[in-house]
């Protein structure tokens, strides 16, 4: 464990009269600046040729970025989930693709791991994760489950001996055409429906496995996506997370925490669009003056600061209430309601902040090669992708109504 990996040890349950304590502020300001220099500079090229640059998880994991959540004796930090949120805001505000993947990795993938799975999986898995030198990813989605991902899920596992096979398809995976180990979902009892469904971790050299297509994206385009296709994969029954027919808990459980913590990437992309208009507003002239000396602009700029202050105190409210999540908790009760509104509010404040600023820059913002336009077009996939605004918001009345 690196000397900066120890620094990320913050107690980071409470907050201190809604504003970051200065160890949570000087994990914020870390990520930042190491995404600053580092990663900033990777987003054109990864935007323009939907390019994953291999330096990026070694570079995170010599930070101490990875294994955030885990014990500092199987190599983590030995931080909470808060810490991981703080990470994720400061690399969304320079590199929204690589802070997706990220997620991806750390909180769907890695985290999912070591909360979930035995010691002997934990052992195998997470030492490469938390070094960068393997890539995670989580496979739930299908093209025919999406939404309702439990309910329609078609991909089997059926066991055989000292092994499962696995046939199936799933879609929209995020670091799917880089990924070495994969958190997969799939049905072992196709009559219980939800509740027949078991976790696995997939290596991408199993017999069977193949990534079917890279996806060609319009916004995270340097946060690759793939479709994945499992025929007759073989893998070996001591993959199995958890006990089988029970995986729904670690899917639910997963969610939310997933969804706390992509409202995250939404809270610093909002920022950095913030910024480059703020900065924009006060360069640009018209009519012999900057415009950021025009009622209307003020107006915008008053309206997406406020959004973002919003968004900031909700976010780390929810991460806060998330870092005593139980294993097998989730996927119920207030803390199922608290990720979906804020993930809900975070992504919604996040596009109409990023489309203000889109307004602010005008003609130069509609230019595919600006950075604002760049942020504009990934801002969509986050009232989307974790569950969709509509589906958080059927979460919200369904908890609220029981």
């Not at 990777?42 to 995170?60: F, R």
């Not at 909470?80 to 949120?85: K, P």
């Not at 995020?174 to 469904?197: H, Q």
Request: aromatic share 8%; hydrophobic share 45%.
């Amino acid at each position: 464990m690196t000397a900066v990996a120890a620094d990320l040890r913050v107690n980071a349950t409470t907050l201190n009269g809604f504003r970051l304590t200065p160890d949570q502020q000087e994990v914020l300001d870390q990520a930042d600046r190491f995404a600053k220099s580092d990663l900033y500079p990777l987003a054109q090229k990864m935007d323009d040729e939907e390019y994953w640059p291999p330096e990026a998880m070694p570079a995170l994991a010599s930070m101490g970025f990875l294994g955030v959540t885990v014990e500092p004796e199987l190599g983590g930090a030995g931080a909470d989930f808060f810490t991981s949120g703080l990470i994720a805001q400061g690399i969304a505000r320079w590199n929204h693709a690589i802070a997706l993947s990220y997620v991806a990795h750390e909180n769907l993938c890695l985290n999912n791991i070591a909360r979930n799975a035995n010691d002997s999986i934990r052992q195998r898995y997470l030492p490469g994760l938390i070094d960068g030198t393997k890539i995670g990813a989580l496979g739930l989605t299908e093209p025919g489950a999406g939404s309702d991902a439990l309910g329609s899920m078609a991909t089997t596992a059926r066991r055989e001996g000292d092994h499962y096979v696995l046939n199936g398809r799933k879609l929209f995976i995020t670091n799917g055409p880089v990924a070495d180990y994969l958190l997969v979902y799939a049905k072992t009892d196709k009559a219980a429906g939800a509740k027949g469904i078991s976790a696995f971790v997939i290596e991408k050299d199993f017999p069977g496995f193949a990534v079917a297509q890279k996806l060609d994206k319009m916004g995270f385009r340097g946060s690759t996506t793939a479709e994945l296709v499992f025929d007759d994969c073989i893998v070996p029954a001591e993959n199995l997370v958890g006990t089988e027919n029970r995986g729904v808990a670690v899917v639910m459980s997963g969610l939310d925490l997933e969804r706390a913590i992509v409202a995250m990437i939404n809270l610093g992309m909002a920022e950095r669009a913030f910024d480059l208009a703020l900065d924009y507003a006060k360069t640009r002239q018209q009519f012999g003056k900057p415009i950021a000396s025009f009622q209307m602009i003020q107006a915008k700029l008053a309206d997406m600061w406020t959004t973002i202050e919003t968004m900031k105190t909700y976010c780390y409210r929810t991460l806060a209430e998330a870092n005593g999540l139980e294993e097998g908790a989730g996927g119920r009760g207030d803390i199922h309601k608290l990720t979906a509104s804020c993930i809900l509010y975070a992504a919604e404040g996040c596009t109409r902040v990023v489309s203000d600023a889109v307004q602010i820059f005008g003609g130069a913002g509609y230019m595919r090669e600006s950075e604002i336009n760049r942020l504009y077009r990934a801002s969509k996939l986050l009232e989307i992708g974790a569950g969709t605004s509509e589906v958080r918001k059927l979460i919200i009345a369904g908890e609220l109504l029981r």
